[in-house]
């Protein structure tokens, strides 16, 4: 009884009143942009075909069951396209009245619809890392809910400075994103006093991964590319393109650990998160969909739920409304990883801890314990106040 007098206190204190009848429509989209990449080295990787859809539609039945009590209607329309039609995908959900749009895309794609929407639309960004994004190359109708490269990099960077392992084997892929990925690591390390002791690009010569890289080869491959290095702690792998950390664990010159693409990963999921309430949700995805869910399904499912506290908080579903109160003190939202999740004003990121996993247990989160910070422990994560040059917002 004392729990329903709670809820029916906390609804009246709600901008709607509670009515069967709806009052309000709020239409949402999701543009998944899929580009064209090589087989995953482990088939456990390969990606299913409702990937972040699925994140989706829990995200939809969540924002629904709150919608029902106070006469919102919420929808939803999903389109799964090639870059080069990514921008008559917006343009179709545009003309259908659709102005809340999660996209799953990369930077260059991102931005070209950043430019397409204008102000009337308010994009979420659930995919693209780029740092770019969130300082000068900003856009004040754009989101970020998937977090930076830096984020990860310093959430991984914390945690090897808190187990006193700061000597890092730095070993970068060929790739552009790769060096992105590696240049972010060595800005966490100066941040944090870690020190790269040295570093090695591994070359992607190409060919099909599964059967060149045999476990035979790269027995073979790894300790030898690994050898001879300074002494150091541990291994960092910065692989976004997916081509030799999975093979690195177990098969480096030396008995290190492995993190970073490799080993420990820095992830916003994990399928084996259980704490903060993580259980239940897990059980609801897996009721929904028969499988575990991954990154891309939470943060697709963490942008519906921000539109959702949105709409629910402010009575209203305009993107100006909704922007207006996500970037303000008010805006909190619980995410099952043990803070509440609020935007940064200066360049529309999300704060969020990073668990730290490997492919069966979440390791650790962080931030950890010791870094402070005068405003939020988060913003010890990724870009902060004093270092942005986003003139967006």
């Not at 396209?81 to 895309?105: I, R």
């Not at 030799?244 to 010159?253: G, I, K, M, Q, S």
């Not at 030396?254 to 490799?262: E, F, L, N, T, Y």
């Not at 916003?268 to 990154?295: D, I, K, N, P, V």
Request: proline content about 5%; glycine content about 8%; some cysteine.
């Amino acid at each position: 009884m004392r729990i329903l007098r709670t809820l029916f206190a906390a609804l009246c204190m709600l901008p709607f009143a509670v009515s069967g009848a709806m009052s309000l429509e709020v239409k949402s989209g999701v543009i998944r942009v899929d580009r064209t990449r090589p087989l995953p080295v482990s088939r456990l990787d390969l990606p299913p075909e409702d990937l972040g859809f699925a994140g989706a539609q829990l995200g939809l039945e969540d924002n629904q069951t709150t919608g029902r009590f106070l006469g919102v209607d919420f929808t939803l329309e999903t389109r799964a396209v090639p870059p080069e039609e990514a921008a008559a995908a917006l343009e179709d959900l545009k003309a259908q009245g659709v102005n809340l749009v999660v996209v799953m895309a990369d930077a260059e794609t991102l931005l070209d619809l950043a430019g397409r929407a204008g102000p009337e639309v308010l994009l979420l960004n659930a995919r693209a890392p780029d740092a770019v994004l969130r300082n000068e190359a900003c856009r004040a109708n754009l989101l970020h809910v998937a977090p930076s490269r830096a984020m990860r990099t310093d959430a991984l960077m914390q945690y090897l400075v808190w187990k006193k392992w700061p000597r890092l084997f730095l070993i970068h892929g060929s790739h552009p994103e790769d060096r992105l990925l590696a240049e972010s690591y060595r800005a966490s390390a100066r941040k944090f006093g870690a020190k790269i002791v040295e570093e090695r690009e591994f070359v992607d010569t190409g060919g099909a991964r599964r059967t060149d890289t045999g476990h035979v080869q790269v027995q073979r491959q790894m300790p030898v590319f690994t050898q001879r290095a300074e002494e150091h702690d541990v291994i960092v792998a910065a692989d976004e393109s997916d081509v030799f950390a999975a093979h690195l664990p177990y098969h480096a010159w030396d008995a290190r650990p492995v993190v970073g693409s490799g080993g420990l990963l820095p992830v916003t999921w994990h399928a084996a998160h259980e704490a903060w309430g993580a259980t239940q949700f897990q059980r609801r995805f897996e009721r929904l969909t028969g499988r575990s869910m991954r990154e891309e399904d939470y943060q697709v499912w963490l942008a519906l739920r921000i539109i959702g506290e949105a709409v629910t908080r402010t009575g209203k579903g305009d993107p100006a409304s909704l922007r207006a109160y996500a970037l303000s003190d008010q805006f909190e939202l619980a995410a099952f990883k043990g803070q509440k999740v609020t935007f940064r004003p200066w360049n529309g990121q999300l704060r969020q801890p990073i668990l730290l996993g490997n492919r069966h247990v979440t390791v650790s989160v962080s931030p950890q314990d010791g870094f402070l910070h005068q405003n939020s422990q988060l913003d010890t994560l990724g870009t902060d106040r004093p270092e942005t040059t986003c003139g967006a917002f």
